[in-house]
């Protein structure tokens, strides 16, 4: 495929990348294909969650006040809208465990307390995905969850669990299925300082959950729960939709894990050259040495005849030893590049036969249902098909009008036989450059057997004890010098054994694929961003931030509070500060994404005590109203609150929609 074949936008993308990180095109389609990055220029469309209804029963252990274990039965019905559960000042009326086992149905991740977990003993949660009914229905023994998720659509569950971590695993790929969200790719340090690449995991379905919960434990992150791993910018993308970000986010997550890897093959490449450097020095000194005791020998004590002769040839072997090895060392490498070649060229040649294969099977299907929405497929579309245009998307079918079937099928054999023979070439070229090291490994062995040969003519040629040290010194310097030539140039010929420069190659493309999404997925966030700030600005004005001035949200998730002529980060206000403008900007990212309609968001918000943390009673009631009126602007959108001041809410959420507890009294 060449760039002139890919989507407008994409190859823009591509050749941008291209030019930045100075590698072909080919080999950034090979790098960003290896690590996972895709081009995401368009998003899938948003997915609507509803909760319709909540029952869990199991028995209280006895309290302070209760004589007995006392027995539980909770039932509640919902829909769209703002709903709320609520008890008169009593913190400890169940009104968090209702929501967190919403939660644990839809996250498959429990939050309750242990000892409430303990408590229950069934639960079932109904909800609606678009317009599929769900339920998910367990049983709870001894805190440990069993049980089912069916489809009120189809005939049986759609999956069993019968443990905690059964249930996680298969409620992730569920719904990150289900709502079109794709796996956040996460890496950290090794513990304990252990060196080698970074440790590699994945931030799932559980993590995008934190966008649909707003309680005290996650007030210092603006969105979400945690900083991690990109996770506020994701869930900022989640709630507003963004071309590229997806992109980007890959991206970045793979640049930061292939520079650890780099980091680490440096370090290792450096203790390498130092040691090596090391043993040189040795070697240099002992020649120096060596040398100083040759100069002090008595000049009398000449060898003989058959000694020069002796330590001539001794001389010439180990020259022809020390070329014979790096003859070795080239035929080798290059033996090793052929077979590198022929293993890239034998998967290629399977990959394209698996593609014939698997596109001459697909084009004898007959799609009955469209792959993405499930329309069936009408007879009258099917008639189009005779008109020349695709039963599907319309488009013209341009079937060849001259090739029958036996010429394709021809054309592949073709294609296959001149892969076939290319393999046959490389194979005899990979057979020959064996046959070529087999040959220098005789050479290197004949060389060393020739070096010994020498080195006994020339012991057996020694009668003169000083004549004798002086060929013995000699030898010893012969040999040294070999050795330091092999340490100084046959290493340096080897190439690149910590893999340094594909990971400095990896890294580049990376970076650069880093930086274009990035700043397309910017522009694209511009617009809405600053539409998001203005309502953040008048309704946390409505909320009781009445010294609020103005507010900077960043494409990262993060934001800057003008307040009373001075600025500060949203991480340095007051807790009663930030459960408001969480509140605010939750809300007015939803009002933005269902405004929009790209917005990611299910449409489902929980909120865990809005009236604490220094807010007011007038202030709560605004809040709530405003939750209100953004329901009564979106009806598909559903929000659950909890608050121990329900007194104060009553007035604004129908009676019907309100679980309020008697005074002193618990909800279940």
């Known amino acids: 495929m060449n760039m002139a074949s890919e989507d407008e936008p994409v190859a823009e993308w591509l050749a941008e990348i291209t030019k930045a990180a100075g590698q072909s095109v080919d080999v950034v389609r090979t790098v960003l294909a290896e690590h996972g990055v895709r081009a995401q220029t368009s998003l899938p469309r948003p997915r609507r969650l509803l909760i319709t209804d909540i029952e ?100 049986g569950p759609l999956f069993g669990f019968n443990s905690a971590t059964s249930f996680e695993a298969k409620m992730d790929a569920f719904m990150l299925d289900r709502l079109g969200l794709e796996t956040l790719l996460t890496q950290q340090k090794r513990p304990g300082g252990v060196e080698g690449p970074p440790l590699v995991g994945e931030l799932s379905w559980p993590a995008y959950a934190s966008a649909l919960h707003i309680n005290r434990a996650g007030l210092g992150q603006l969105l979400g729960n945690e900083n991690r791993n990109a996770l506020p910018t994701r869930l900022l993308e989640l709630f507003i939709g963004a071309p590229w970000a997806s992109t980007m986010v890959s991206a970045a997550v793979a640049q930061r894990i292939v520079a650890a890897r780099l980091s680490a093959a440096r370090a290792i490449a450096s203790r390498n050259e130092e040691e090596q450097k090391q043993k040189v020095e040795a070697i240099q000194q002992e020649i120096r040495e060596t040398q100083g005791k040759l100069a002090q020998l008595v000049e009398g004590a000449h060898p003989g005849a058959g000694q020069v002769e002796a330590y001539r040839r001794l001389t010439k072997a180990t020259e022809y030893a020390a070329d014979a090895q790096k003859a070795l060392l080239v035929a080798k490498a290059r033996r ?6 022929r293993q890239r060229l034998l998967a290629a040649a399977q990959a394209t036969k698996e593609a014939k ?22 007879h009258e579309q099917w008639a189009q098909e005779e008109g020349g245009h695709c039963s599907l998307c319309t488009s013209e079918l341009r079937e060849p009008e001259v090739r029958d079937q036996d010429t394709t099928e021809d054309s592949d054999v073709d294609d296959t036989a001149e892969m076939d023979q290319t393999l046959s070439e490389i194979q005899a070229a990979v057979d020959a450059a064996d046959t070529e090291c087999e040959q220098k490994r005789q050479l290197t062995d004949t060389a060393r057997s020739s070096v010994e040969q020498a080195e006994a003519a020339l012991r057996r040629a020694q009668d003169d004890p000083r004549v004798a040290m002086r060929e013995k010194l000699s030898l010893d310097l012969a ?47 511009k617009n809405v961003i600053a539409t998001v700030e203005d309502d953040i600005l008048g309704m946390g004005r409505k909320l009781g931030l009445d010294m609020l001035e103005n507010v900077e949200l960043g494409t990262n998730a993060t934001m800057k509070v003008y307040k009373g002529g001075q600025h500060q980060n949203y991480g340095s206000l007051t807790e009663g500060e930030q459960l408001r403008l969480k509140i605010v900007t939750t809300t007015a990212l939803l009002r933005n994404g269902i405004r929009t309609g790209i917005g990611r968001h299910p449409g489902l918000l929980i909120i865990d005590s809005p009236g604490a943390e220094e807010v007011g009673s ?16 979106a009806p598909e959108l559903q929000i659950i609150i909890a608050t121990a001041r329900g007194q104060e809410v009553a007035s604004v959420i129908d009676e019907s929609r309100l679980r309020l507890a008697p005074p002193g009294e618990r909800l279940w």
Not at 126 to 134: A, I
Not at 336 to 341: H, K, M, T
Not at 358 to 377: G, N
Not at 516 to 521: F, I, L
């Open 479 to 525: 040999r040294m010098r070999g050795v330091l030539e092999e340490r100084t140039g046959a290493f340096k010929a080897i190439g690149d054994p910590s893999g340094i420069a594909p990971l400095e190659r990896d890294l580049a493309v990376l970076s650069a694929a880093e930086n274009a999404s990035r700043r397309r997925r910017t522009e694209a966030l």
């Open 56 to 155: 869990f029963s199991g028995t209280r252990t006895a309290g302070v006040h209760e004589a007995a274990a006392v027995p539980f039965d909770f039932h509640w019905r919902l829909g769209a809208g703002l709903w709320g559960l609520a008890s008169s000042g009593v913190n400890e009326a169940g009104k968090s465990s209702v929501l967190e086992i919403i939660l644990w149905c839809l996250r498959g991740r429990s939050g309750l307390q242990r000892d409430v977990q303990s408590w229950l003993r069934s639960v079932r949660l109904g909800f609606e995905l678009d317009d599929d009914r769900l339920v998910v229905r367990m049983k709870v023994q001894d805190g440990r969850p069993q049980g089912t998720l069916s489809s009120l659509n189809a005939d």
């Open 336 to 341: 090793d590049d052929l077979e590198d070649q």
């Open 357 to 378: 294969l698997a596109k001459a099977f697909f084009h004898t299907l007959r799609p009955t249902v469209c792959p993405r929405c499930d329309a069936e497929v009408t």
């Open 618 to 633: 007038g202030d709560l009631q605004l809040m709530v109203q405003g939750l209100a009126e953004l329901t009564k602007a």
